[in-house]
């Protein structure tokens, strides 16, 4: 290398050497030697408060540094309550749109997912529930004491029962039909209850379900001997039934709504369901104009009490009379006596549907194709009694949103509702046609 290219040799190095020494004493001032850069800024405020007491001198603000290199704290918004048991998982059910339905009528049509309840998954949780804590305050039940609560039920109600009486330190025996379906027995025997199958009888009968769950309470002491107590719940005719609707249901879906519905239509095999929820919205808050609606399985004779003030059934005309008069596959809902929960509230029911088994069925697979909702029996005639209720209000020049309940899941109807829907050749039978045509429904709801 000539000696004249020195000097450009040097040259490049001290530039590198320059450069490399700039990053260090930068690195140097804000992380290597905090000391020397509070020292610079103490001295850099007292030279700029000599300089401001000057009028009109400008100075440049000190930088300031700062340390990009830690993360934010993040903030965790505040947590919901959390439920303490079970019990705390009831009620409060999601209320959405059934968008087949109201593209079909044109009215709103909006299902409360009563299947959500979190102990048996339908309505009857509220339910037992109440009648639960009724009867612990009325020191008829004791928690870990050998106490058994007895019930007659068509399943749900049974189920719901179940499942708190464990939550709540009890055992459970359920009376009910061998007609019933074999999901609900099965479901019970898991849940650890005691099931007693009877052969249907009437009401009037000793061994009619209702009546067996009755006396089995009464017996329970005597022949247990242990100091334990036997609670006849007594869903069809204690008021904790309907009250637990007035409490609960009917203050949901006057908020869900906002109070803007036009009609609540629901079945009834107790009756306390659509009692308490007139109650309370035709009663405690006087909603002009909503009319309330039951929905009526063939064979009860529900639909004619509330139409014509008579209780009757078709299945009771001269030689058709039957040993089980609510002949239906639907389960749940569907009557030929009057309880005190359905008299409660029988003079706020406004109309009645009667919803054939086909309907239900035909219904039932409308849902699971149309909306993917798979609905059991009692919900089936529900939505069904919503579709006549809508177009009846839209015949008449009424607007408003129709308000009803899915009850439970299909899931527990799987051995006899759904089984018969399958063997009635309604899987595929309406496709390409439309939900009044599928029904066999006029505009007008006939």
């Known amino acids: 290398m000539s000696l004249s290219n020195y000097p450009r040799t040097y040259g490049t190095v001290a530039i590198s050497v320059a450069f490399v020494a700039g990053i260090i004493v930068t690195l140097g001032f804000k992380d290597l030697y905090p000391d020397l850069e509070r020292r610079y800024q103490r001295r850099r405020g007292r030279a700029t408060s000599s300089i401001d007491s000057r009028r009109g001198s400008t100075h440049l603000t000190p930088v300031k540094l700062e340390d990009h290199t830690r993360r934010p704290s993040t903030t965790v918004p505040a947590a919901p309550p959390i439920p303490c048991g079970i019990e705390g998982t009831i009620g ?24 959500l309840n979190g102990a048996g998954n339908s309505p009857k949780d509220r339910v037992a529930l109440q009648m639960i804590i009724a009867a612990e305050e009325a020191g008829l039940l004791t928690p870990n004491n050998g106490d058994t609560i007895y019930e007659g039920t068509s ?23 061998t007609d019933q379906s074999l999901d609900k027995v099965n479901l019970l025997h898991h849940l650890g209850a005691t099931v007693e199958r009877v052969s249907p009888a009437p009401i009037t009968s ?21 100091g334990s107590k036997g609670f006849f719940t007594d869903q069809f005719e204690n008021s904790a039934n309907w009250a637990a609707h007035h409490q609960g249901t009917g203050p949901e879906i006057l908020s869900q709504t906002g109070g803007e519905l036009a009609a609540f239509v629901a079945g009834a095999g107790t009756g306390g369901t659509i009692s308490g929820v007139a109650s309370y919205l035709k009663e405690d808050i006087a909603l002009k104009d909503i009319r309330i609606v039951l929905a009526d399985p063939q064979g009860s004779g529900l639909y004619n009490k509330v139409k014509y003030g008579v209780m009757f059934s078709d299945t009771e005309k001269e030689g058709t009379r039957r040993r089980t008069q609510v002949d239906s596959i639907v389960e749940g809902i569907g009557i030929n006596r009057l309880t005190e929960n359905f008299e409660k509230g029988r003079e706020l029911i406004d109309d009645a549907v009667k919803v054939t088994d086909v309907q239900a069925a035909r219904m039932a697979r409308w849902l699971v194709e149309k909306d993917g909702v798979f609905a059991g029996s009692s919900s089936a005639v529900n939505c069904v009694a919503a579709v006549v209720t809508a177009l009846r209000l839209k015949e008449e020049g009424k607007e408003g949103r129709v ?44």
Do not use: Q
């Open 403 to 446: 308000v009803t309940l899915l009850c439970d899941s299909g899931a527990r109807h799987l051995s006899k509702f759904w089984k018969t829907v399958g063997e009635l050749g309604l899987e595929h039978e309406h496709e390409g046609m439309g939900l009044l045509e599928v029904l066999g429904l006029d505009k007008d709801g006939t």
């Open 92 to 115: 409060h059910t999601p209320i959405f749109e059934i968008k087949s339905l109201s593209e079909a009528t044109g009215c709103s049509i909006l299902a409360k997912a009563e299947f």
């Open 155 to 177: 399943g749900s109600t049974g189920i719901s029962l179940a499942s708190l009486a464990r939550a709540r330190g009890y055992k459970a025996h359920i009376c009910m039909d």
């Open 206 to 226: 000793v061994n009619h379900y209702v009546n067996l769950a009755r006396t089995r309470a009464a017996e329970h002491a005597e022949k247990m001997g242990d």
